[in-house]
């Protein structure tokens, strides 16, 4: 019973981890993203490809093995469907490959934006002044008559 209880805390530990939470999400969206790329692909870009190339649609090519006999359908190679699948490896990669080079130039912006140092505002006029006025008169006091300076003071 102890080993039972020892698996379901451990499964359950395993499950609330930020990893474990942050993969379901990566997955999720992962499917979304696929489906938004797949419907670029289909119904954008391949009609445009289509139509440069005279409207050939390569799903239709196919080399026959033997053709339909009566109830029996044909056999065939469809290399045509294999090169559509080809193509929209091809171009989903393409556009992947844009969006995660587009997010990495976006980080490392903010990530130079924020490492700039802050440069400390200048000294005012008065601050200046008054520290001359203080250097001045330490050196016409000498070093032994008036008290020693706190970086608090600074």
Known sequence: MAK?????????EFISRGNVVDMAVGVVVGSAFTAI????????????????????DFGDFRLILSPAEGETPETAILYGSFFNQVLN???????????IKLIGRLRRKREEEKEEPSVPPAPSEDILLLTEIRDLLKAQAGPSSLPEESPADR
Do not use: A, Y
């Open 4 to 12: 039972k209880k020892n698996f379901i805390l451990e499964f359950k």
């Open 89 to 99: 490896f091809l171009i989903i990669s393409f556009v992947v490959f844009c969006m």
């Open 37 to 56: 790329v797949n419907s670029l692909v289909k119904d954008i870009i391949m009609p445009f490809v289509g139509w440069i190339i005279g409207g050939i």
